[in-house]
Structure formats: structure tokens, C-alpha cells
């Protein structure tokens, strides 16, 4: 979530019951980001479109992904749900391509090409924009008087005081931050190319469907080790990683163990856990749990 932004990356079974049971609410819950068209990716959204139906506040519904699993979800939907009637809300759904496809004002989303089993495969990077923060030290030295002009300087525009003094931003505004960054990637088989897209993310959200005494069935089927997500967590340096999609066979203990023997920073994703991402940290908002 960015303020006014809500994002849901994949909708599996029973997500619109889980969304109901952890108490988000479904509020501008319009955008979802599609990683690939296998069912288990994407069989929540006739639950929830059935949801949206009876939820007014919405009106829109924009479903991102690739070709192939955009073609899946178009018949789930229009197929199996509705089979001919009108839909509730206005559903529309956009082809993703490498690269940019959300710009808002102070963040944007990307798209990350990644290799699964079938086409048009996707991971999603949230980037926020870098800024240059306001000094306010310097405001004071420079006798700035409260008012409008330092919104303007903020906005890296310049700004006449009633004095008649003219203000460049770069008088009052410090070095330039890189925003924070977090990327989600779903099912997955090779990490190579990912590290370019995963460098300094603070965070990393990433399947690890396997453990390392099962290598050759997650080549197989095109899924990560737990220790070859924390691999690409350590090359490209992320804040922390998050390990989604695990096998039921495995304990989490177990997982959690293979992944920090490689990367410190490794946690495995629980139902309901809720985390917000900053420059440089993690924050656990709910559900606090010894690991
Ligand atoms: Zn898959
Ligand atoms: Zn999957």
C-alpha cells in the first residue's frame, strides 16, 4: 500500500476469505499485479470479483499481467464466472511488457521479466522516487518566512519571497536519496537475471517453493532452493528477504535455516503477516513473532 494506492501481486484461492479475515477491507483495492497465469496464481479473482460486486465503492477493477496469463484470466472471468452477463464493475486488463507500467506521482512500478514454466512471466518492482529532503536549518538561516514559498522549494522550484529575495531550491534542499524499493517476484527458476532488478531493494519478496535436497525436482518445475533465493538476496544486496510459496512438506524452521545459512536477513512469509518496507529496514506491523 502507498497512500492512496493499494496493490494485491496474485490472487489465489481463497484470498478475497483471507483479505475479509485479516481486516484490510477491500477499500481501492483496484489494482492487481499478475506474476503468471498458473491457477494457483490466479484463482482468487472469481472469488473476488464476486466480492467486488457487491462492493460499491469500487468501480474499476485493473488487472495487470503477461499475455498468456491475461488470456487465462479473461476466461476464468468472463467464462466461468459471468458466462455472458454483463460484468459488475469495469473490469480492464493490461498487457505487461518489461518495464514501467505504473507511474504515480512519487513512485512507479516495473515490470521484471522472469523465468517460469510458460510465457510472459512477471515480477513487480515498487520503486519510490528519489528526493532530496528539505533542510529546515537552512530555511531559518536564510530568514525564509513561513508561507507557500517553501512548498514550492520542496517541489525544486524556486521561490520569491515577499522581500523580494529569490530562492533556488538548491539553497535550502540536501543531497538526493534514493526512495525506497520493493521488489516481488513469483515462481521462478533462475536467478541470474534478476539481479540487476533485485540490487539494494530493501526488500525482496520471493518464492522458495524447494529446499536444496530437492534441486533437481525445483529445476524441474522451474521453482527456487530456499538457498538459491538467499543467494540472490546476498549478490544483489537487498535490505531483506521474504520467502513466499514454500512447500507444505517442509518445516518453516527448516527453510529459515537453509536460507540464513546463506543471507541473515531471511524470513519466511505467514499468512496475515503484515511488514512495512523502509529505506533500510523492515518493520513488522502486526502479529510480532519470535524467530
Ligand atoms: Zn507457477
Ligand atoms: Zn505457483
Partial sequence: MHDEYRFLVDCGEGTQRQIMLSG?????????LITHGHLDHILGLAGLLSTFARWEAIEQLEIYGGAWALERIHDLLY????????????????TVQEGPIIEAEDFRVDAVSVQHRGPDCFGYAFIEKPRRPFL???AQALEIPPGPWRRLLVDGQPASLPDGRLILPEQVLGEERLGTRLVMIGDVGRTENLVHACRDADALVIEATYMEEEAQMARDFAHLTARQAALLAQEAGVGHLILTHISRRYRERD?????????AKSRVARDFDAFQVR??????LQGERAQ
Avoid at 484490510?24 to 492487481?32: E, Q, V
Fill in 136 to 138: 529546515p536549518e537552512r
Fill in 255 to 263: 527453510v529459515l535455516g537453509e536460507a540464513r545459512a546463506i543471507f
Fill in 279 to 284: 529505506r533500510g529496514e523492515l518493520v513488522e
Fill in 24 to 32: 484490510l477491507g477491500f477499500k481501492r483495492l483496484n489494482r492487481i
Fill in 79 to 94: 467464462g466461468v464466472v459471468l458466462r455472458g452477463a454483463k460484468p459488475p464493475l469495469d473490469i480492464q486488463l493490461h
